[in-house]
């Protein structure tokens, strides 16, 4: 039988105190910093020296992507400021932010329930959710385009920091269907819930326990951020869609039941109260539209 860490064997491990957010300073040298580190990372005689900072970014962007954990491998304290300097200036100054506590009720009968279609990355909200593989470190492929590597890419490297900590105390693989906390780091959100997914073949046809498996997901996570505390408001991602290659159709049924059961049976037994279904496209925005007029039709 797999053993999973409960917050309670890891909470030591890391910090759970999400860092006070203060907005980045416009008058700091966003290109100097940036040219400081591709420096450090490559050298002084660097070949990106003479890149535009586009380029140089992105060579950063890569660096960061591939680095090693391991504690022997970590950069000094001062350039894990400049990348946070670097990652919050980009966040308040860079992209729009959307705030959780913004969006409009969309259907009476699910009044704690929100869709939003945008980069989750953007999102001001208690809690986001991760939808990780199973060595829970983020994705090591610099193209890849996954909401693991999206993340931790605007986190920044101690989110990675504080999953090495806590899976190297695990000692083996995430199992499906649990998950793990960190703060958010450099993110707008204050935590990061990490969790696993149920991986199909594409075309496969999805059986109960893939169905268990995933809603396993969404309640892990729902009882993880109760267990913290302070969370008030959550946004999902579309966890095991995509690469895992579970059918969206299902995909979206399950998340739906699943979070309306647990807001069901938890009752005022929990501070959240705002849960965010956050997609990337209009084909899925109308899926969770059509799946949720269907169950307020339907009396879910």
């Known amino acids: 039988m797999s053993h999973t860490l409960t917050l309670k064997d890891y909470s030591s491990l890391i910090k759970l105190q999400p860092l006070a957010v203060h907005s980045a300073n416009k008058t700091i040298n966003y290109g100097s910093i940036i040219r400081e580190l591709v420096e450090y990372f490559s050298g002084p005689q660097s070949p990106y020296s003479k890149d535009s900072i586009e380029d140089q970014r992105s060579f950063i962007r890569h660096t960061l992507t591939i680095r090693d954990p391991s504690p022997e491998q970590r950069y000094p304290s001062h350039i894990y400021n400049l990348i946070d300097q670097m990652l919050s200036f980009e966040r308040d100054h860079m992209k729009t932010l959307t ?20 980069d989750i990355t953007t999102l001001v909200v208690d809690a986001i959710v991760n939808a990780a593989n199973n060595a829970l470190l983020g994705c090591f492929q610099p193209t890849h385009l996954c909401i693991d590597n999206v993340i931790h890419a605007a986190a920044g490297p101690c989110l990675r920091d504080d999953c090495y900590a806590i899976m190297n105390r695990q000692g083996q693989s995430e199992p499906i269907g649990h998950a793990k906390i960190t703060i958010a780091y450099n993110l707008p959100s204050r935590y990061v819930i990490h969790t696993v997914g149920p991986q199909l073949s594409y075309g496969a046809r999805v059986t109960d326990n893939d169905a268990r498996q995933l809603a396993s997901c969404y309640e892990s996570c729902l009882n993880l951020a109760s267990e913290i505390g302070t969370i008030t408001s959550i946004a999902f991602c579309c966890i095991s869609t995509g690469l895992f290659a579970f059918p969206a159709d299902s995909a979206c049924r399950i998340a739906i039941q699943t979070v309306a059961n647990w807001l069901r049976h938890r009752g005022s037994n929990t501070k959240i109260s705002l849960i965010i279904f956050d997609v990337f496209s209009h084909e899925d925005e109308q899926r969770y539209f059509d799946t949720l007029d269907h169950f307020s039709k339907n009396k879910l």
């Open 99 to 118: 705030y959780a506590n913004t969006l409009p009720v969309q259907y009476k009968s699910f009044p704690q329930i929100r869709v939003w279609r945008g």
